[in-house]
């Protein structure tokens, strides 16, 4: 499909596009055997159409294989809007990707990702009710980043233990990659458990605020995927994981919430044929997903979603044991383990 490396075809891809409010979506719904597609809308100033097709494809995927080892009743869709050039209304914008989210009637269901805030989540509202991630008076609801963070955060506890032989996080080293929505909160939690930080962002704002308020060494974000940690934590952008940066990592254990993190599935044996336990993006990074879905549902009740998130670090202590027995990778574990799931729904 488009010559991609897809393990499994798409069901439906839409491609919609909206003069008046500059908008260009793709969405893309990967598998709905265990129910809806639900994921995210990214915005994002791709270099071109084809680049946008790839992140939209990949992501709906990756989303299928989250929402199925996070047992949730939901299939995999992923929406990606280009970054319209010069000015645009926001609001006209996210108006007319609601209307395209509600054509699908109910076959994708969209949420907030890396350049979406909850107020565009808001004006979708108002245009189709296939939207979560809604901040609500009096009920659960809103930004699902602190919920991804969490996950992470138990997924390096998880990992620490298991390949580290770590009992707790005090004196961990850990690097952080982004220190955007799921990257800030997962460094309070770890400076919090008493990990050492080492940080870099793009915005030199955020590092420094790392630096005041958890004494946090900060490097450059050439330097970041090669620091001498024993975590790294890339919480950025995708494909930072490829064959140019893995040989330069330090780090024994990778665990992180930037989806897509290996440019490749061949890159999950380079990290393997180095030493390093990758923990896939899609099991680590599902807290979000838990909470916008436990809130589309209605199911949303703080403790009962963060216990729920919580139990992401069993499945990591599961995959763990499992590759021990199959021998493959972590990365190649986790695909067959939630193609399994796919199959049975
Ligand atoms: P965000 O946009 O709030 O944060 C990204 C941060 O990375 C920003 O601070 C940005 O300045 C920084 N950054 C960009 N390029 C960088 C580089 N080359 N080096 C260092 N820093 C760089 O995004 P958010 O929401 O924190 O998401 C981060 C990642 O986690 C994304 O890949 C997203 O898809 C993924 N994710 C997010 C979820 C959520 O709940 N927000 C859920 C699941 C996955």
């Not at 080892?69 to 010069?86: D, E, M, R, T, Y």
């Not at 108002?126 to 919920?147: L, N, Q, W």
């Not at 050439?222 to 040989?247: E, F, H, K, M, W």
Request: aromatic content about 6%.
């Amino acid at each position: 499909f488009f010559g991609l490396p897809h393990q499994a075809p798409h069901e439906r891809v839409l491609i919609a596009a909206d003069e008046a409010s500059g908008l260009r979506t793709l969405i893309a719904v990967h598998n709905t055997a265990r129910g809806p597609g639900f994921g995210g809308c990214r915005v994002w100033a791709y270099e071109n159409d084809l680049a946008a097709h790839h992140d939209a494809l990949r992501l709906s995927q990756g989303m299928s294989y989250k929402n199925a080892l996070a047992n949730l009743p939901f299939g995999g869709g992923k929406a990606v809007i280009v970054k319209p050039k010069g000015e645009f209304n926001r609001e006209q914008l996210f108006a007319a990707f609601a209307r395209a989210v509600d054509s699908l009637q109910g076959a994708y269901i969209t949420a907030e990702d890396v350049g979406t805030t909850t107020a565009d989540m808001r004006v979708v509202q108002r245009h189709t009710k296939y939207v979560s991630g809604i901040p609500r008076e009096g009920a659960f609801g809103g930004d699902p980043s602190p919920k991804t963070a969490w996950g992470v955060f138990v997924s390096v506890q998880a990992g620490a233990k298991a390949v580290l032989g770590r009992s707790d996080l005090q004196g961990l080293t850990v690097a952080i990659q982004g220190l955007g929505a799921v990257g800030w909160h997962l460094a309070e939690f770890l400076h919090q458990a008493g990990a050492k930080l080492t940080v870099a962002d793009i915005d030199p704002g955020k590092t420094a605020k790392a630096q005041a308020q958890f004494g946090a060494t900060v490097v450059g974000v050439d330097q970041i995927l090669a620091a001498p940690v024993d975590v790294l934590a890339p919480c950025a952008l995708g494909a930072s994981l490829n064959a140019t940066t893995i040989p330069t990592l330090q780090a024994k254990l990778v665990c992180g919430a930037a989806n897509n993190q290996l440019a490749l599935p061949s890159d999950g044996n380079l990290l393997a044929d180095r030493g390093i336990a990758y923990l896939p993006d899609y099991l680590v990074n599902a807290g979000g997903i838990i909470s916008v879905a436990r809130e589309y549902r209605g199911e949303g009740e703080e403790q009962a979603v963060m216990a729920e998130v919580s139990r992401i670090a069993e499945r990591v202590t599961e995959l763990l044991a499992r590759i021990k027995v199959s021998g493959r990778t972590p990365a190649a574990e986790a695909d067959a383990w939630a193609q399994s799931l796919l199959v049975r729904a």
